[in-house]
């Protein structure tokens, strides 16, 4: 089991309407670009970002199943498109529409990239309750909030 007990954990940074998140990864979801709004939502400054997996990013609230999904379609040369939650460097959060795809060269690929996008609180609402449900059937960790 994984403990949370700083504050932080339960604060959530919101995408700006007007905003783009963009990575690029080498083909082993290590992080070759990151642009500035990544950095600053994700609180990282770019050298803490540039050279590391992806998933440094990766919320424990998310389950195993949809990363699984997301490199299924990516090794079938498709366009993964998903909401993610994110964990932000202090611990909070933000909530993205993804879309993750291959970039070609030649036919061969060579690299991924990743738009992500803000989304509506009530699409929030409904994937945090899709997540915690799936996460509790494959037997991963569930989210519990304790008050003492």
């Known amino acids: 089991m994984q403990e949370f007990n700083r504050s932080e954990f339960l604060v959530e940074t919101v ?4 905003e783009l998140i963009i990575s690029r990864t080498d083909l ?11 950095c600053e939502i ?6 803490e970002l540039i050279g590391k997996p992806h998933s440094i990013v990766r919320h424990p609230d998310m389950p195993s199943a949809t990363f ?6 990516l090794q079938n040369k498709k ?8 964990l932000r460097k202090d611990t909070g959060f ?9 970039v070609y060269k ?3 690929l060579i690299e991924y990239k990743s738009l992500r996008s803000p989304i509506s609180y009530e699409k929030k609402l409904q994937h945090q309750k899709l997540y915690d449900k799936i996460r509790q059937q494959n037997g991963e960790n569930i989210r519990k909030v304790i008050y003492q």
């Open 42 to 47: 994700s609180g990282y400054d770019i050298d």
């Open 79 to 86: 366009q993964w498109v998903g909401v993610v939650k994110n």
């Open 68 to 73: 699984r999904e997301l490199w299924e379609t």
């Open 94 to 102: 933000y909530w993205v529409e993804a879309i993750v795809s291959g």
């Open 106 to 108: 030649d036919g061969e």
């Open 28 to 38: 082993n979801g290590i992080i070759t670009y990151a642009n500035e709004t990544f």
């Open 15 to 18: 995408v700006p309407d007007d």
